[in-house]
């Protein structure tokens, strides 16, 4: 095979393991959004939270890695009801200037308690998985894209079958679907909510986790991942899980390859723009994305 | 003392100031403020330019966010455009500063007249979804665009000079940015006794039903972004010639985020608000460090703790206000002032 199909392939899978914790941590935006039409705007900050917890709890506090991931998921599962609780359940119904900003809000505050418990200096993880590549046919692949995206397809296959046959999950569906109809059938919308906020809090630590240890330490710059979300919703549709689960492998092959095709002509950086390019792009010609809904608006 | 409003003329209804007592306060003032370079130190006078030069800014974003309801998280991007094309224009062109920040605020206009263009398409979430990715790519262009903006190296900006004054202090530099800064007030006060102001609060309130009565919405939501980024161009200059270094770390996505959650502390949709918004965003992180100076005996490592602090309070200040305060610090200053006006009888 030639080098140049090779390197294209090279890219290809990296895109396709990168994308697929984007599309794990677009599910909790669009779950949020579905259940509470709220746009959380700090994404990136809960991704910082689960990788600094996993961080301190692994290495800091030296706990084993099968105590310290389920006790992370704890903490992320806390920091979600504490938000919807404290912070967005007394503004529902208000101007959406008001709702995001006040996710940009809590997401300062999240970023000064992390930076004032354990600082902004680059902090090593622990790799979860081998680093020695192998090799699919001459593709080299190295293991920890290969986990994470195996770790991604488990847990969304896990989500699929959560919400088209557990009760909660139905119940989910039905909120997100009408919510006055929803409650006069007995669902606690409200729970709905917290909950979709503790399923994203979750989704996003676990990118976090798998983020560090593919980068092999976490730093503030993570959060900046959690900002390509909305590329990836806007591309699948704010309100579809589909979108998010296809949005967010598109978008990761897309930054892979516009970076290592473009970077050298165009001199470095272009796989952190190319997504939001695409996401105007979108904005322009197809604002409801892939699979979104169409809304039609009257006065 | 106002007692009622008896507006009988056309004359009286145009009018800005229904009695004399806030044109002798808005006098007094700015006469205070005149003498400010006489009396305060060097550090309350780089808070006070600082300050200045976030009212013209906040002015601006209110005037798109707060008055035309059309939400934008690029204005640190109108910033940095307003504070590259000064540098750029006195660097490369070698224009003196009284033609540089006018004609970069002429630029930032364009600027903003393209970053407006999916305003026409889209609101609400998706516009400001928008915006934020527009601040993105407009930072990879002025990183990456070397030959016209040095990188990331960035430009250090000599000083304004007026005549062969040099304007290399902040107590020089302090008439410059409070003149201005008035200017803007005056300008945004006048604006909104215009059709075109009217147009964008109408906008704002209901954009279906402002194109039903014939507003073109096209014309005024562009004309709203190339007013706001036209001031935010004028902040930026001033930016630049106040820290005389541009570079681009100065303008991330934290500097959009707080100048939203000053329109936001302040008062959307008020003048007034734009203005307290820019001092308390500018005074809380002064005051934190106060605090922490005055704390270093008790606890060594609180000036360690100021970036975090910071990030901490500012986020709750957000959260309080959009809780308890929606309306921001004028709504509490009109209630205390209605309070007191006819206190002790207040019924």
């Known amino acids: 095979m030639s080098p140049q199909l090779v390197f294209l392939l090279q890219l290809v899978i990296t895109g396709v393991a990168v994308g697929a914790v984007y599309s794990l941590m677009a599910l909790g935006f669009v779950l949020i959004y579905k259940a509470s039409t709220v746009v959380n705007f700090g994404p990136g900050e809960l991704v910082l939270f689960g990788a600094y917890v996993a961080w301190a709890t692994i290495l800091n506090m030296k706990l084993p890695v099968m105590i310290a991931l389920p006790l992370t998921l704890v903490v992320a599962i806390l920091l979600g009801l504490v938000i919807e609780r404290g912070v967005l359940r007394p503004l529902i119904g208000e101007p959406i200037i008001s709702v995001i900003m006040v996710t940009f809000g809590f997401a300062s505050v999240v970023r000064g308690v992390l930076n004032m418990s354990w600082g ?29 995206f195996v770790t991604v397809l488990v847990l969304l296959a896990a989500f699929s079958v959560f919400f088209k046959f557990s009760l909660v999950g139905t119940a989910m569906r039905a909120t997100a679907d009408n919510q006055q109809v929803a409650q006069s059938l007995g669902v606690s919308v409200k729970g709905v909510f917290a909950l979709s906020w503790c399923i994203a809090t979750v989704v996003s630590a676990l990118g976090g986790i798998i983020l560090g240890s593919v980068r092999g330490g976490v730093d503030f710059s993570l959060a900046d991942y959690g900002l390509k979300i909305f590329p990836v919703v806007i591309l699948g549709g704010l309100d579809s899980v589909a979108g998010a689960i296809v949005g967010g492998i598109l978008i990761g092959v897309l930054e892979n390859l516009s970076g290592g095709y473009l970077d050298p002509i165009l001199g470095g950086g272009v796989k952190e723009v190319a997504p939001f390019v695409v996401l105007v792009f979108i904005l322009m010609i197809r604002p409801y994305g892939l699979f979104g809904r169409v809304d039609v608006e009257r006065v | 003392m106002q007692c009622g409003d008896f507006r009988v003329t056309y004359a009286d209804d145009e009018r800005i100031f229904d009695t004399r007592l806030p044109i002798v306060g808005i006098v007094a003032l700015l006469g205070l403020l005149a003498l400010m370079p006489l009396v305060a130190g060097t550090y309350w006078l780089d808070v006070l330019n600082r300050i ?30 307003g504070a590259y094309a000064t540098a750029a224009l006195e660097a490369k062109a070698g224009l003196p500063f009284w033609l540089a920040i006018p004609l970069a605020a002429v630029v930032t206009s364009l600027f903003g007249l393209v970053f407006g263009v999916p305003s026409l398409r889209l609101k609400g979430l998706y516009l400001a979804i928008a915006t934020l990715a527009a601040h993105f790519i407009t930072t990879y262009g002025i990183i990456h665009w070397e030959g016209m903006t040095n990188g990331v190296l960035g430009f250090n900006v ?34 909104f006794r215009t059709k075109v102001g009217r147009a964008f609060i109408a906008i704002r309130d209901r954009d279906v039903a402002a194109a039903v ?18 001031y935010a161009g004028v902040a930026g200059g001033l930016m630049a010639h106040h820290s005389r270094i541009v570079f681009p770390d100065a303008f991330s996505l934290l500097v959009a985020i707080d100048y939203l959650a000053m329109i936001i502390i302040g008062g959307m949709g008020t003048i007034l608000g734009s203005i307290y918004g820019a001092v308390f965003m500018t005074l809380l992180p002064e005051v934190l460090k106060l605090s922490a100076t ?13 970036a975090s602090a910071r990030d901490i309070v500012f986020g709750l200040a957000i959260i309080f206000f959009l809780m308890y305060e929606p309306q921001g610090l004028v709504r509490i200053w009109l209630r205390f002032r209605s309070y007191w006006k006819l206190w002790p009888y207040a019924y």
């Open chain 1, 120 to 148: 902004s200096d680059t902090r090593p993880f622990p790799a979860l998985f081998s680093s020695e590549p192998f090799h699919l046919g001459p593709v080299p692949v190295s293991p920890v894209h290969l986990w994470s």
């Open chain 2, 52 to 81: 200045g030069i976030a009212i013209i800014g906040a002015l601006g974003l209110n005037i798109l966010v707060g008055f035309t309801g059309q939400i934008s998280i690029g204005h640190a991007a109108f910033l940095a455009v």
């Open chain 2, 158 to 191: 000599l000083p304004a000079t007026i005549f062969g004054f040099p304007l290399d202090s902040d107590a020089r530099i302090f008439y410059l940015i409070f003149a201005l800064a008035a200017l803007a007030v005056f300008f945004t006060k006048n604006l």
């Open chain 2, 213 to 230: 009565i014939g507003v073109s919405l096209y014309r005024y939501k562009l004309l709203a972004f190339v007013i706001s980024s036209f």
């Open chain 2, 294 to 306: 005055s704390l270093t005996g008790v606890y060594p490592n609180a000036f360690g703790l100021i």
